[in-house]
């Protein structure tokens, strides 16, 4: 029987509801045909007439005729779906294309959310949103909104004008603070009469200088400072002063002003770290390192065992040559 529903859905294209109707519909027809012989065979000739025959026969077209009125409406209606599929095609392939601009999304009107690809009702939850006083802090924000399409997001990502996370919404909240400071003590400098010569800096070691030592060089005030001596303290000290270049917001004049007077001492020692035996939290807190790193050198060592030299460190794929001869410095084996 299964040969026989594979076969007729092969050679007639059925699916597997129409194989099992065409069956009855056969069967249906064959006991049609048969009940004259069989009647006739039991009963006398008296009792099956030829109007009964007729009437037998009128039945069976009639549900031949309903098969292929079944048959033709699915047949419509699949060629329906087929054009209102291509319409809907057609429909996206004649939209516009979108031009997407630089926004930032605490200030876009709905007309301008929605020449970004946004639909209208989208645009008014994001209104209505704000309204109330809602707004968008990081770019992520912009997710919460509910039914906000991810793949728009994707693609008007790199036109937000917005931080990418609460870390840098703090820096610049800090480096903020820190210009107003320096405009501030600049304001006292020029208002202050009789204002005396500024002493004389000495020269420091960049390794040993604490803050208040930094926060003589022009342009480096009470968070930057904090923010060098930080960036010293996890890499271990400095071994060259170009190093300080490397922390956030240190801008190219300052760091010059900064070089005339912080060198490093040949006599300081480094904080090195044994990348053998080192564990991840101790890998990731180094900033040459970071926690990526430190995951995929600890399950390298573990596989492959200890590393012999700075070089080895290539064979993860994750630290490249310009990383290990930053890094190096800070290793021991």
Do not use: C
Not at 78 to 102: G, R, V, Y
Not at 252 to 267: D, I, N, R
Request: a positive charge; hydrophobic letters at 35%; proline letters at 3%.
């Amino acid at each position: 029987m299964k040969k026989l529903i594979f076969l007729l859905r092969d050679h007639f294209g059925f699916s597997q509801i129409e194989t099992r109707g065409f069956i009855m519909l056969i069967t249906f027809m064959l006991a049609l045909l048969l009940t004259p012989l069989l009647l006739k065979s039991f009963f006398s000739q008296s009792k099956y007439t030829q109007e009964d025959y007729q009437k037998d026969l009128a039945t069976l077209n009639e549900a031949i005729k309903e098969f292929e009125l079944a048959n033709h409406q699915q047949d419509t209606a699949t060629h329906k779906e087929e054009h209102n599929s291509s319409n809907f095609l057609a429909e996206i392939e004649s939209k516009p294309e979108i031009q997407p601009f630089a926004f930032n999304p605490n200030e876009l009107n709905t007309v301008q959310w929605k020449s970004l690809g946004l639909k209208p009702y989208l645009a008014e939850r994001i209104i209505k949103y704000r309204s109330k006083g809602g707004s968008f802090k990081v770019k992520s924000d912009l997710m919460k909104i509910y039914g906000f399409p991810k793949e728009l997001y994707q693609r008007l990502y790199s036109y937000i004008q917005l931080p990418e996370n609460q870390e840098k919404i703090m820096i610049e909240k800090e480096y903020k603070q820190e210009i107003s400071e320096i405009n501030i003590s600049s304001e006292k400098i020029e208002n202050k009469p009789n204002f005396k010569e500024k002493s004389v800096i000495q020269p420091f070691d960049i390794n040993t200088a604490d803050t208040a030592q930094l926060k003589q060089i022009k342009g480096i005030g009470a968070v930057l400072s904090e923010r060098i001596v930080k960036f010293r303290d996890n890499l271990g000290g400095f071994y060259s002063i170009e190093q300080v270049k490397e922390v956030y917001g240190l801008k190219e004049e300052v760091y010059q002003e900064l070089a005339k007077y912080a060198k490093t001492s040949k006599g300081f020692e480094l904080k090195h770290i044994n990348i053998n035996t080192a564990d991840v939290n101790t890998l990731k807190s180094h900033p040459y390192i970071g926690y990526k790193n430190a995951q995929i050198i600890v399950n390298y060592r573990q596989q492959h065992g200890k590393f012999a030299n700075a070089e080895d460190l290539l064979k993860t794929k994750s630290i490249d040559e310009i990383q290990l001869n930053k890094l190096k410095m800070y290793l021991t084996f």
